[in-house]
Every structure is written in structure tokens, then in C-alpha cells.
């Protein structure tokens, strides 16, 4: 059997179940819940996958090794998993029924191991479930706080967590796909791991200062911290750090985060009105508490 087609079954598996619980229910919170929680697996699959190197996926996606382990990982991380807690969420399920979907994913990563597709380095399948069962809590907390609570930290901390996970994802097709760009910093051997491990916390860092520009309204803000980073680009260019091919310039990074900062504004006006707005009560305690 070809190593993609667990892989693929995975993803028709969340798409499907994603597509049912949102007819189900018709609620756009879920949107919101499912790219919050992708950004939160984004973070934990940062530092355990590209930096500490826990375990390694081999779909055969793509010939080269490292790149076929992080869209392997997407499969996990941006498909099962964040659709999954969103199930949770959605239907405010008990604990112990979030204790045995974790079991259920313990012998699902058991079953990739035997298949070939899936293997560890220092990480233990335990692990998968602990941190599925935290997961999970939170998307079932999330998911009641985004319904019924309106605090400040709350948004902003949706707002950064869903753009995280849109931007890393964004960031990770143009370099996978398009070859935009490479940022080769020299932390890792590995050509493809070097520049992931750079560029995600450069995508980051770019996100919390535009989404912080956005929460403030501020049209200043936003022109400084876009020349900042393209004055950051300039200085990368001439050290070599930043390789551009041929058909590329830094003009594509200037309209490519004029992109992303039209998109975060309306990405934050989503949450609000899918939040908020709906409820004329809900929209009156959100704006006070902003305030």
C-alpha cells in the first residue's frame, strides 16, 4: 500500500466530519474554534517536530525527506486533530468520551507505526494522548468562552492564534510550492528544516505586530512595522542570509503583507460579528469590556 493513502484517508475522514458539524450546527464560531486550534498545534509541532525533532511522518508526498515530514504533519495538525476538537467543542462533550477519542488517536498513531508511514525518535505514543486530552479541554472551553464571555485577552488571543495558523500555512506552501524564498540561518544541517525554523518565527513575529496594528486601528503602526520588516529584508538580501529566485523581488512581500494586513482586518471583524455581533447584548458587553 503507498504510505500517502492513511494519510489521505485522514484528511477526507476531518474534511467530512468538519463538514457535518458545521451543517449540523451552522455555526461560524467553528471556523474561528478550528483555525485557533491549528494555530495552537502549530506552536506545539514547532518545538517538538522542527526543533527537537520528536518523530518523523513519511507520506511520500515529496522526494525530499524533511519537507515530506512537515506536510505529513499537517495532515495531524491541520486536519485530525484541530477537526476532532472542534467535534468536542461544537457539542460540549463529557469528559470521559474526550478520554476515549485520545485513546482512539493513541491507536491510530500505533497503527502508522506498524504501517511503516509513521516513526518515533525520543517521542512516546502517552504523549499523543495527554496532550490530545489538553487540547481537547481547551477547544471545549474555547468553544464556551467564544459563545459566552467577552474579554479582551480572549479576542486577541483567537485573533493571533487563527492568523498564525493561516499565515505559518501560507508561508509554508509559497516556500513548498512556489519557492518564493529561503532564509538560511545555519541552526540545522538539514536545508529545509534551517529555513522553516527561521522563517516560522519570522511569520510569528510579523503576525502579533500586524494583528496588534490592526487591534489598535492604527494606520501608522501598520506602514512602520511593514517598512521595518522590508528594511529587515533588505539587510538579509545583502547578507546573504535571503535567497530570492530570479522571478521574485522584496515588491512581492510588500503587496504579499498588504495582503495579509486587509485580511487580519477582516479576519477580526469575522470574530466580532460571528462572536458578537449576532446578539445585540453580546455586542454592548464585548465593546465595553474592549473599552
Known amino acids: ?12 475522514a476531518s474534511v467530512l466530519i468538519f463538514v457535518f458539524t458545521l451543517c449540523n ?19 506545539l509541532e514547532y518545538f517538538i517536530l522542527v526543533l527537537f525533532k520528536s518523530y518523523e511522518y513519511n507520506p511520500n508526498f515529496v522526494p525530499e525527506t524533511d519537507l515530506d515530514n512537515i506536510l505529513g504533519s499537517l495532515v495531524s495538525q491541520a486536519f ?23 485513546f482512539i488517536f493513541m491507536g491510530i498513531e500505533e497503527l502508522f507505526l506498524s504501517l511503516g508511514v509513521y516513526k518515533h525518535y525520543w517521542w512516546k505514543t ?17 468553544y464556551a468562552w467564544l ?26 506552501l509559497l516556500i513548498a510550492m512556489f ?11 538539514s536545508e529545509t528544516r534551517d529555513v522553516l525554523s527561521f522563517n516560522t518565527l519570522y511569520v510569528w513575529v510579523l503576525t502579533v505586530l500586524y494583528s496588534w496594528g490592526v487591534l489598535k486601528r492604527s494606520v501608522i503602526m501598520l506602514v512602520c512595522f511593514l517598512l521595518t520588516f522590508r528594511i529587515i529584508d533588505v539587510v538579509l538580501l545583502y547578507t546573504g ?3 530570492l529566485p530570479e522571478w521574485n523581488s522584496l515588491w512581492f512581500f510588500v503587496l504579499l503583507d498588504v495582503v495579509v494586513i486587509l485580511f487580519t482586518a477582516k479576519y477580526n471583524q469575522f470574530i466580532i460579528h460571528a462572536c458578537y455581533g449576532t446578539d445585540s447584548k453580546k455586542f454592548i458587553a464585548f465593546i465595553r469590556n474592549k473599552n
Open 1 to 12: 500500500m503507498p504510505h500517502y493513502i492513511p494519510f489521505l484517508v485522514l484528511i477526507i
Open 25 to 43: 450546527t451552522k455555526d461560524k464560531k467553528l471556523f474561528i474554534l478550528l483555525f485557533f486550534m491549528i494555530g495552537l498545534a502549530y506552536v
Open 80 to 102: 485530525a486533530f484541530p477537526v476532532i476538537a472542534v467535534l468536542i467543542g461544537a457539542y460540549q462533550l463529557k469528559f470521559r468520551y474526550i478520554v476515549l477519542i485520545s
Open 126 to 142: 502517552i504523549y499523543t494522548g495527554i496532550f490530545m486530552t489538553i487540547g481537547f479541554v481547551i477547544a471545549k472551553t474555547w
Open 147 to 172: 459563545s459566552n464571555r467577552f474579554e479582551r485577552w480572549i479576542h486577541i488571543l483567537t485573533l493571533f492564534f487563527s492568523l498564525l495558523a493561516i499565515n505559518t500555512t501560507l508561508m509554508l
Open 179 to 189: 519557492k518564493t524564498h529561503s532564509i538560511h540561518v545555519g541552526w540545522f544541517k
Open 241 to 243: 542570509l535571503l535567497i
